[in-house]
């Protein structure tokens, strides 16, 4: 079975293929698809349900300008089988499925297979055009509520009727056991989840049960568990295509951050990267995900950073590594003594924020909030204002010409106090000013704008 590498892209087709030995008595298959999920991952899939070996040939921006004359119609994925070349999704699709003996056992079952297939593949079109609006903040989110609202409900209504007519939807869409259908299924509705989170079954409980069996599969897990991290689009190869022609020498990323799917601890990391302008993976783990891999992480905890050849744990040590890697940690000694007690002057507040938010005696809860919000928030709050006062009358940034570490780790940090006391800084019109000035900064601003919708 093929175990995918741990790194996020692989540079070199040579050193990809090297990690995998190809069984002899078997066909020899070679996937060549981007180093993304997009329209390759449900191939993917159909090789780890039926556990058969192959070469996953995950192709980088700079590789594909000569490749692409390589490959038929000059697009990928393309399936190379013993030497012969298959090109276009579907067909690579089809033929793994037929040959892993997943499509069916008869004609009805072949046919409803097809029809299920066609169902779920009508997400195809609006992820296409929610990825060329990525750069139009308000289209997107009008797209992404187009999804949640209307097409995911159509999609996932006519998924479960389907479901439903084998077996009272408690199986699989044909027979009993996985076929090309669940997997499809499987990998589109993977990508409407990551659009719209978990909310998207809640009306589909047979649906949601169909998507954790197709998961469980033992070949399947096995994949899921170890598949490089690696975004989700494109959604169509060919846009993709066009990309990486426009932009031969993109530089991928260098950089995994691993954490829950909320803002909490993470967020700062996040916004250093994004003002940054430096690529990186945000790998977003679902809580019931979380007691498998927790071994894996450094020290049991998340976040952590993933960044030359090191697992780094703790919120802290990320944001100041990320800080002092992307020059926002202060010029001199004095600035950076600086920034560091404004942080920590802020972490002073994350025990009893944290203690306010868990406690569920309503009583206690309103005594935790009194003494924040008459004492220990004022007491922090009036330090930070002076200090920023003491660089430009505090009308621009904690400290120096331009936005640091601190400045973002305070920004992120409001969110949190709003949720104790909306009008936080009523009583603090520097430190409000520069709120406004952190939240209207034009790379924050776009990032604010286009992050996930979560609860934390």
Request: hydrophobic share 40%; charged share 25%; aromatic share 12%.
């Amino acid at each position: 079975m093929f175990s995918a590498h741990p790194f996020v892209y692989c540079t070199s087709l040579q050193f990809y293929s090297s990690l995998i030995v190809t069984s002899l008595e078997m066909p020899s298959y070679k996937l060549y698809y981007f180093a993304a999920r997009g329209v390759g991952e449900t191939s993917r899939l159909l090789f780890a349900a039926a556990e058969k070996e192959y070469e996953d040939f995950r192709i980088v921006p700079p590789q594909w300008p000569a490749l692409k004359p390589k490959m038929p119609f000059g697009q990928l994925p393309v399936l190379e089988v013993d030497g012969e070349q298959i090109p276009q999704s579907r067909a690579v699709e089809n033929y793994l499925a037929r040959e892993f003996g997943l499509y069916g056992s008869n004609k009805q079952e072949k046919a409803t297979i097809d029809v299920v297939c066609e169902v779920a593949r009508e997400l195809k079109m609006h992820l296409s055009l929610m990825f060329h609006a990525k750069e139009d903040p308000k289209e997107r989110q009008r797209l992404a509520a187009e999804l949640k609202d209307k097409i995911a409900p159509t999609i996932m209504t006519n998924l479960t009727k389907y479901l439903n007519k084998n077996t009272g939807g408690h199986g699989w869409f044909v027979g009993n056991s996985i076929s090309y259908a669940d997997i499809v299924v499987y990998a589109h509705v993977e990508k409407i989840i990551d659009n719209i989170g978990e909310d998207a079954f809640k009306d589909y409980p047979a649906l949601k049960a169909n998507f954790k069996r197709v998961a469980s599969n033992k070949g399947i897990a096995n994949w899921l568990e170890n598949r490089p991290v690696t975004p989700l689009v494109p959604c169509l190869n060919e846009i993709v295509a066009e990309l990486v022609v426009q932009y031969p020498n993109i530089i991928m990323a260098e950089y995994t951050l691993v954490y829950f799917n909320g803002r909490g601890r993470a967020e700062t990391a996040r916004i250093l990267f994004e003002v940054a302008g430096v690529k990186y993976v945000d790998k977003r783990i679902p809580r019931e995900n979380w007691p498998a891999m927790k071994a894996e992480a450094p020290l049991g905890k998340l976040p952590y950073l993933e960044a030359k050849g090191m697992k780094l744990p703790q919120s802290s040590a990320i944001n100041r590594f990320l800080a002092n890697e992307f020059r926002m940690f202060g010029k001199d000694k004095i600035e950076k003594a600086t920034i560091d007690a404004l942080t920590e002057c802020l972490r002073d507040l994350e025990g009893p924020i944290t203690k306010y938010f868990y406690e569920k005696d309503e009583s206690k809860k309103v005594e935790i909030k009194k003494e924040l919000c008459d004492e220990k928030i004022p007491l922090i709050l009036k330090a930070m204002e002076k200090q920023l006062c003491k660089n430009n009358e505090g009308n621009g940034w904690f400290v120096g010409e331009s936005i640091s570490l601190a400045d973002i780790d305070f920004f992120c940090f409001i969110d949190w106090l709003v949720f104790v006391n909306p009008d936080v800084l009523t009583d603090f019109p520097k430190l409000k000013g520069l709120n406004d000035r952190i939240k209207t900064h034009e790379k924050i601003a776009k990032w604010v704008a286009k992050r996930p919708e979560t609860e934390f």
